[in-house]
Each structure stands twice: as structure tokens, then as C-alpha cells.
């Protein structure tokens, strides 16, 4: 299921149609395709963007009742067509999340991987993180009791307040933090993938042949870097790349960083492809 928000209409709609990359972007939770448009007016008008959006975000017909895990949100990214051009699948957060678990459900299918702060918490069950995925199971006990329905608002502060977003929690609009709240029924739901069999720590292996980006922030909490780490140690020749000042919404806050950052990693596979010709 295929998804645009407007800016990304807009890039489409200049879209060559041949011969130019494809950029598939996931947004995170509690968000929505909106997020990516501060990053979409910085990139050439000759690429295709998609941006999917996650079950349950602007779907009145989505059942919470229903069987929920990581093949449901995997269904819902369209493969880009097939062909040459590069075609790269970046995510945020939970976004993040369910980008590598649809590389690793579908190898082949994209040539690059982005990763901003994926929510890969599973990894913290392997050795020597035993103190960070304490500390993160045990906030996580502590959202996930947030269930009366007069208490989303402390849910979705909480949220915020363990990405380290103080600030931007404190200059939401009452609307947005109302929005916001109205999400954490989701973000709840999405807690279960963390420890998702597709994204187990041993199936990573599968993204050996696949270029790898993962995207952090300067000023981002530690845990994600715990994360990190691990996911390095288990895709050795991922890149990191670090964002000076950036938080865990540093595609919001440094969208012509991250931007820049596309166009030359587009511009290497781009020239990888033409050297195998």
C-alpha cells in the first residue's frame, strides 16, 4: 500500500520517469509522510520519492485486534520498479526499523539502506548491553502502562522526553501534542517489534552484499548508540555518519544535511553501476 504526501507528489510529478533513483522514506512512529517534506524540498526534482506510511496512521479501518508484527508494515512498502537506477529505502526510528526487516525480507530488492536511529532494541539482548536494555525495557514497562485513556498526553510527553526532544515537546502547538496523543494506542502496538523474529541480531547477516548507512544525531540520547554498536559489529561495513547538533529528528532539523548526503551516496552507486557496465 503506497502512500505520497504532497511534497512527494510534487517531486514526482517532475520526475524524468527514466533513468532516475528511486527513494522509498518510512517515517516513525507517531508521525506521518508530512515529516519527510522538510527533506523532500532539498532533493533534485529528477528522483522518485515515495513515503509510505506505517499501519494505523490516517486508517480508520486499521484493527488493533488484529495479528500485528513486522510483515504487516513490510506489506504495506510497494517494491520500487524494477530496473537499473539506484533504489534506495531510508526510514526513521520505527521507520528504521521496518526498512531493515524489508531488506532482510526481500534481499535484492534495494540498492542502498538508510537507517536513522532505527528502533532496533532487540539487539540489546546481546552481550554486553545487559544495563541498556534494562533501563529501555524498563521505560518501556512504563509506557506501555499508560493505558487509561486520560494519560496519552503523559504517554506521548514520555516519549519525547526519552528521545531527549524536551524542547521540541515543549513547542508543540496543543493541537499537535493532542495529535500526538491520539498515537500512542499505535506506538504501543509497534513496542512488540522490537523483538520481532525479522530483525533478529542473526538474521542481519543477510544485509552483507548491501550498502548500509546508519544516521545518528550528535546530541541523541545513548541507548541508540548502544544500538548502534552492536548493529555495527553484527553489518561491519555499515557507515556511519553523525549528524554535528542533530537529535534523533535530525531529518527535521538538518534536512539539507541529510539531503546532501542521499545525493552522494546516489552519486556512488550511480558511478558503481556505471563502472560494471
Not at 42 to 51: E, K, S, Y
Not at 98 to 110: D, E, F, N
Not at 154 to 161: E, G, I, K, P, Q
Not at 238 to 255: R, Y
Request: charged share 20%.
Amino acid at each position: 500500500m503506497m502512500s505520497t504526501s504532497p511534497a512527494a507528489d510534487a517531486v514526482e510529478a517532475r520526475a524524468s520517469g527514466h533513468g532516475a533513483p528511486h527513494l522509498t522514506l518510512v517515517h516513525g512512529s507517531a508521525g506521518g509522510v508530512a515529516q519527510w517534506d522538510a527533506l523532500i524540498a532539498h532533493l533534485p526534482g529528477a528522483w522518485h520519492v515515495h513515503t509510505p506510511r506505517l499501519a494505523g496512521y490516517d486508517d480508520a479501518l486499521f484493527d488493533f485486534d488484529a495479528p500485528y508484527g513486522a510483515q504487516v508494515e513490510v506489506a504495506r512498502i510497494a517494491p520500487p520498479p524494477h530496473g537499473t537506477d539506484p533504489r534506495v529505502l531510508m526510514g526513521h526510528s520505527m521507520g528504521g526499523l521496518v526498512s531493515a526487516a524489508t531488506c532482510l525480507a526481500h534481499p535484492g530488492r534495494y540498492s542502498a539502506l538508510v537507517l536513522i536511529e532505527p528502533v532496533l532494541f532487540g539487539l540489546l539482548s546481546q552481550p554486553g548491553a545487559a544495563a541498556v536494555h534494562q533501563d529501555v525495557r524498563s521505560f518501556m514497562r512504563y509506557f506501555t502502562s499508560l493505558q487509561d485513556p486520560t494519560r496519552q498526553l503523559d504517554a506521548a510527553r514520555a516519549m519525547f522526553h526519552f528521545w531527549k526532544l524536551y524542547d521540541d515537546w515543549d513547542a508543540q502547538s496543543p493541537a499537535r501534542r493532542e495529535q500526538a496523543a491520539r498515537c500512542m494506542r499505535k506506538v504501543r502496538l509497534e513496542c512488540r517489534l522490537f523483538d520481532d523474529p525479522a530483525v533478529h541480531a542473526d538474521r542481519l547477516s543477510v544485509l552483507g552484499g548491501l550498502p548500509v548507512v546508519w544516521v545518528t544525531g550528535s546530541a541523541s540520547p545513548s541507548h541508540i548508540r548502544s544500538v548502534q554498536r552492536i548493529f555495527c559489529e553484527r553489518v561491519p561495513h555499515t557507515e556511519v555518519i553523525e549528524i554535528a547538533g542533530g537529535g534523533h529528528l535530525c531529518h527535521l532539523s538538518h534536512p539539507g544535511e541529510l539531503a546532501a548526503l542521499l545525493v552522494q551516496l546516489i552519486g556512488r552507486l550511480q558511478n558503481k553501476q556505471r563502472a560494471e557496465a
